[in-house]
């Protein structure tokens, strides 16, 4: 049995401590929270797990084997230290950190003690996006032109981070693992009306090589909730739709270019329109996916998909968008150190 602490039992951590409990092969033998209301939250419902408010005091008295991180993100990188500096395999919510510095100081200390660094990028355990990537690799789309993403709803508005780093750190993550590559540059703008510099709308646009383009719109002052994220491909185009009942549909339309003369009348152009379907692929719930994948990795010894690189990645180009945010939207290169 893997032991597990979890650290935040705020908003999401409930949901860590439900979807672990649930798993055969771990328990969550602790949680640790600074709000004692969270922490009565969980032990009405989980009577056996233990309670603390430091996490001192849970390395000292817990013989664990892993803890979960899910407390605001300023906070990610000082408790994922102390807990792999005690020897234990951390599962960190997303983002991984603040800045890569950080990410790279808990990748190097994880790699010196033989431990898992894993970030909670929940939908690269999701089908969804697994069905993409394969619709991808298979050459079906063609050659990817963009991929654009709008993930909108009114709320829930956070104080702490901004939209970006709150919202736009799932599409990064989604993004990055169907392109397969890091962007050479962003741009970002947005606008902060309910607290300054706590954007909560913003537009990142990241540029990759060989002509692909990322689109990413982020907002929690929407009236509508949207999940979509489209993939246009030279030969099919693809949507997800994480709201819709048929949460995939390819479209098999495009535009034929004939000529590229720069005379108007030699510009021909042709509009493909032709059929439309809805693959089916076999759903699970992503969260549960992804808490056994940690599990698995902790016991197999294996690398997880999302492990402390992936978080790197993510964090390198959500610090780059920070950056061109915070100057009115001005380009930055990513001078990518990481070989992915
Ligand atoms: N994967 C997802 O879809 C998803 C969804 C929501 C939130 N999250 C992530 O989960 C994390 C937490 O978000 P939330 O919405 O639950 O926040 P929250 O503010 O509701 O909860 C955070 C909890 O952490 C506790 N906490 C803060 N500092 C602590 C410390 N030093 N030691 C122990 N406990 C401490 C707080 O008391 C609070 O109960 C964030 O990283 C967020 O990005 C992920």
Known sequence: MTKIGIIGVGYWGPNLVRNFESLPNCEVVAICDLDPANIDNITKRYPRVNDYDNIDAMFGQEDLDAVVIATPTATHHGLAKRALEAGLHVFVEKPLTVTSEQSQELIDIAAAKGLIVFVGHIFLHSAPVQKL??????????????????????????????????????????????????????????????????????????????????????????????????????????????????????????????????????????????????????????????????????????????DGVNGLQVVEVLEAANESLLNNGCSISIDSKIVV
């Open 133 to 306: 990537r394969e619709l991808i690799a298979s050459g079906e789309l063609g050659e990817i032109s963009y991929i654009s993403c709008r993930r909108l709803n009114l709320g829930p508005v956070r104080s702490d981070v901004s939209a970006l780093y709150d919202l736009a750190t799932h599409d990064i993550s989604i993004v990055l693992h169907l392109l397969g590559q890091q962007p050479v540059d962003v741009n970002c703008q947005g606008l902060d009306y309910i607290k300054d510099n706590v954007h909560d709308v913003v537009n990142l646009t990241m540029k990759f090589p060989n002509n692909k383009m990322g689109m990413i719109h982020c907002s929690w002052l929407d009236p509508r909730k949207e999940r979509v994220i489209t993939v246009v491909g030279d030969q099919k185009m693809a949507v997800y739709d994480d709201l819709g009942e048929e949460k995939i549909r390819i479209y098999d339309k495009g535009v034929n270019l004939h000529s590229k003369s720069g005379e108007l009348a030699e510009f021909k152009l042709s509009y493909r329109h032709g059929d439309m379907y809805s693959p089916w692929f076999k759903q699970g719930e992503p969260l549960k996916t992804e808490c056994s994948e940690f599990v698995r990795c902790i016991i197999e010894g294996d690398t997880p998909r999302t």
